[in-house]
């Protein structure tokens, strides 16, 4: 970037961008753009992983819903289609020790709802299940060597960890709060994925429960700068140029982008979760709720939200809550209904519904040529 300056002539002249300000992550990983695909368990496969690394982003594979037969099948369909730099998800949640009064609880509070869907509330729901990251998984990465591993809720352990760098592959943490940042810079993360409280989906938390406390992105992250020597990342609350403007210009070196993704043809979602990402409009409320997993996530508000939290005490713990939620889903959505669904959302939706029907590499392409135009 050129500064601001006087021309032989005496006339002023502005600086004109012609890089990115932060060029670290671009490097590392030989993308154009600083764009992360958020890892979004559920919408995100290999198409929407494909068109966002070949547009020059950073495409993300999410791990933590597939079984390792799909991640290896997901993997191998990616790189037969691409060479370029790729980052797999994985969470770090600890399995929660069976808890029949917690389960039977939670199963009683929502019976009201089986009887309405003309659902048995006496049969018991299968259990849901999220996979955390073990040596299965570890194998998993040995094998493909992706160039970046990202991990949500922590870090595993020790000796895992090791294995993971081996490969070569850069580690990528996500931090909600400062302190958060620093543990992980402090265990060996290359990248601080800085999560504000505007973020969809689940909250990357894990050294505190308090949802009250949360920090929203555009405090958080120039204060994660600040404590960490580690390129920063920005998530939450981006949904068009001038946010990733915004994030640059507080010391991100890259941002991280879901919402406006799951617009795309390629986002695996729900034709409800589509529809009503579509009609959102900014007096639309989103607010994070345990009710769907356990585990405080960001989506839009619907009933189940509205009448059993959107915080409860009631949900076992991650990921048992959304077992019992599964067969409202299951009898409610052919009807068109989205009153049991997860409707992962960030605060920033609207922004992003101008790029609707664009495809994932075509809005990779327009969000960074319009940043790069801002700036």
């Not at 406390?213 to 120039?222: D, E, I, K, Y």
């Not at 043809?265 to 009710?291: C, M, S, Y």
């Amino acid at each position: 970037m050129q500064a601001l300056g006087e021309s032989s002539a005496g006339v002023t002249t502005i600086a004109v961008m012609t890089s990115w300000p932060d060029t670290r992550i671009l490097d590392l990983f030989g993308i154009s753009a600083p764009i992360v695909l958020a890892p979004m368990a559920g919408p995100v496969l290999a198409d929407l992983t494909v068109a966002v690394a070949q547009a020059g982003g950073l495409g993300s594979l999410p791990c933590a819903l597939l079984p390792a037969d799909r991640i290896r099948a997901e993997l191998t369909e990616i790189r037969s289609r691409t060479d370029a730099a790729i980052n797999l998800n994985f969470f770090c949640h600890t399995t929660p020790e069976p808890d029949p009064v917690a389960d039977l609880a939670w199963r009683a509070r929502l019976a009201p709802y089986y009887v309405e869907a003309g659902l048995d509330p006496s049969v018991t729901p299968v259990a849901s299940n999220r996979n955390p990251f073990d040596g299965g998984a570890c194998e998993i990465i040995e094998e493909f060597r992706p160039e970046a591993v990202s991990f949500h809720f922590g870090l595993p352990e020790a000796a895992l960890l090791e294995r993971v760098r081996a490969t070569g592959a850069k580690v990528l943490g996500c931090a909600t709060t400062v302190a958060e940042a620093r543990w992980l810079a402090d265990r060996g993360a290359d990248l601080i994925i800085a999560q504000g409280a505007e973020a969809g989906g689940h909250r990357g938390m894990f050294l505190s429960t308090d949802v009250g406390t949360q920090v929203g992105t555009f405090a958080l992250v120039p204060q994660v700068v600040d404590a960490v020597d580690v390129p920063v990342i920005a998530a939450g609350g981006i949904g068009d140029p001038r946010a990733i403007v915004a994030a640059l210009a507080l010391g991100a070196a890259a941002v991280q982008i879901g919402t406006a993704y799951l617009y795309t043809p390629e986002a695996r979602i729900a034709v409800g979760h589509r529809k009503a990402l579509l009609e959102q409009n900014a007096d639309d409320a989103t607010a994070l709720t345990n009710v769907f997993t356990g585990r405080p996530a960001r989506g839009i508000v619907n009933r189940a939200m509205r009448e059993l939290g959107p915080m409860s005490e009631a949900t076992p713990p991650f990921p048992r809550a959304g077992g019992a939620l599964a067969p409202l889903r299951s009898a409610t959505e052919p009807a068109g209904s989205t009153d049991f669904m997860s409707l992962w959302s960030g605060q920033a939706g609207t922004l992003s519904a101008r790029y609707a029907g664009l495809s994932a590499a075509e809005l990779t392409r327009t969000l960074a040529r319009e940043a790069l135009a801002r700036l």
